[in-house]
């Protein structure tokens, strides 16, 4: 299916209404897995003709995206990736873990941003990051597919290697997420040391059920957001 490419607009429109000259395309891959880490790629683009191609990593296939990321990685102005390991989010829970990660993606980066363009209705940057979310801006803004792709292609290699002691579970085919390989693997020889352990799926396992972590919510783990810079473009 034909699909429009990704732009420059939005990132036009934060040099033109705030100034800023560094600007990061960020997102990331992993939420939804039960193993894994979450993984979160920040990309500077700045304003050049992207690869051909290019579009949010969901939609391409795994040849091609993977093709793709060798390609960004050179065309980019910078990348970076950051991480947040299952302990980090049994404890922290996904939205701060979410922010770990995606901390430690833009101090990797050669230069701090500005700015960022962060992909997704909800702000889970915060202070002092100047963040401005765009639904699917995976799809639409340039830097943001860029960071799209690096971190599936790098998540999914990471997760093939973390499985190599565990065929049974399948994570080169499934990166951690629900498949009917996963569940059963999971029914018979329980949750291995890269499961997240404080989320529902142990429910449904009575077998396993006694190694789930309740979460405890700390002080501070929540965000703050006043740095969106909301959507007036």
Known sequence: MPYEPPTHTVERSLRATTGAKVIAGVDEVGRGAWAGPVTVCAAVTGLRRPPLGLTDSKLLTVKRRTELAVELEKWVTAYALGHAAPEEIDE???????????VRALEGLPVRPDAVILDGKH??????????TVIKGDRSCVAVAAASVIAKVHRDKMMAELGADHADFGFAANAGYPSPVHKAALEERG???????SWAYLDALPRWQHLKKARVWLEGNVPQIEGQLGFDF
Do not use: E
């Open 191 to 197: 949750p291995t040391p890269y499961h997240r352990l």
């Open 92 to 102: 922290l829970g996904m939205t701060a873990a979410l922010r770990l990660a995606a």
């Open 123 to 132: 702000d889970y940057l915060g202070t002092p990051w100047r963040v401005r």
